[in-house]
Nanobody
Framework: QVQLIESGGGLVQAGGSLRLSCAAS????????VGWFRQVPGKEREFIAT????????IYADSVKGRFTISRDNAKNMAYLQMNSLKPEDTAVYCC???????????????????WGQGTQVTVSS
């Protein structure tokens, strides 16, 4: 299984930007899809974005489309989430996850992801 560690969270003002990183262990990183999720206490975990093994296919939640960009560097075993135009409602714990599935045209389910990181806190002040 791939082990994942997120970093890059913090406090930012509304309208600002943050770049989250997801460091993966293991030689199989290039064979799995990667996704980002977020969760606020008392609310369900929310899908943000996913990227295919090659990086050629991406899917975004409507709530972040046009503001967030998911990317990956398989040579470095890294995935990223560039977050621009941040809003207070983006405040959450952000987790990366990986799974052995194909990224097609529909949002993946939580069950598609086998490995999860611990998360990094993102706080957007108004």
């Amino acid at each position: 299984q791939v082990q994942l560690i997120e970093s890059g969270g913090g406090l930012v003002q509304a309208g600002g930007s943050l770049r989250l990183s997801c460091a993966a262990s293991g030689r199989t990183f290039g064979t799995v899809a990667v996704g980002w999720f977020r969760q606020v206490p008392g609310k369900e975990r929310e899908f943000i974005a996913t990227i295919s093994r090659s990086g050629r296919r991406t899917i975004y939640a409507d709530s972040v489309k046009g503001r967030f960009t998911i990317s990956r560097d398989n040579a470095k075993n890294m995935a990223y989430l560039q977050m621009n135009s941040l809003k207070p409602e983006d405040t959450a714990v952000y987790c990366c996850a990986s799974g052995n599935f194909l990224v097609l045209n529909t949002q993946p389910s939580f069950a598609d992801f086998a490995s999860w990181g611990q998360g990094t806190q993102v706080t957007v002040s108004s």
